[in-house]
């Protein structure tokens, strides 16, 4: 058949993130971006704003032009520091990023199954929803004898509580959709 990796997706499952026959990593591929940056600092507050914009893209060995999984178009980061005195430092940083690429569900043959198998021909088409998590941290230092300082810190991570998704852990045969890991 013109497309053999169509008929090997479609009736093998597979679990994990390695490739099938045909998805390898012998063809040609190209990544290309720009990330833009900007830094302040003004008296006891600094910030950082980076935008990044890229496309990462390959040939299979088919010649099928295709999402690498890293392929996540674009990035935003927020990040702002006050420091007051030598001894109090506060901060936060805000991370926002287009969803990863995957490989969509077959859901009839997960379901058959009972088990996760990705949708032949179809790798790397869907997106994951985007990535946001807002992080803060407080720090104190401490002067420990002549020459010694010591910083005790707290760090809040994921303060808006957002369930991001972080990768396809299987299939979940009872509820007829995918399980995901979230970070």
Do not use: C
Not at 54 to 78: K, V
């Amino acid at each position: 058949p013109r497309v053999p990796h169509r008929l090997f997706l479609d009736r093998e499952p597979f679990r994990d993130y390695t490739f099938p026959v045909g998805l390898t990593a012998i063809g040609t591929g190209r990544a290309r971006g720009v990330e833009l940056m900007l830094e302040r600092r003004a008296g006891p507050i600094s910030g950082v704003a980076v935008a990044t914009f890229s496309r990462d893209r390959y040939h299979d060995t088919w010649g099928i032009e295709r999402n690498r999984l890293y392929d996540i178009r674009r990035a935003f980061t927020l990040a702002a520091d006050y420091v007051r005195g030598e001894r109090w430092r506060l901060s936060g940083s805000l991370v926002t990023q287009g969803g990863m690429p995957y490989t969509p569900t077959n859901e009839a043959a997960s379901a058959a199954l009972g088990i996760w198998v990705r949708r032949g021909g179809l790798y790397n088409t869907a997106r994951y929803p985007a990535y946001v998590s807002l992080n803060l941290r407080a720090e104190r230092r401490f002067a420990v004898g002549g020459r010694t300082k010591v910083a005790l810190y707290a760090d809040v991570w994921n303060v808006l509580d957002r369930k991001n998704v972080g990768w396809i852990t299987g299939w979940n045969a009872g509820s007829r959709w995918i399980a995901s890991g979230l970070t």
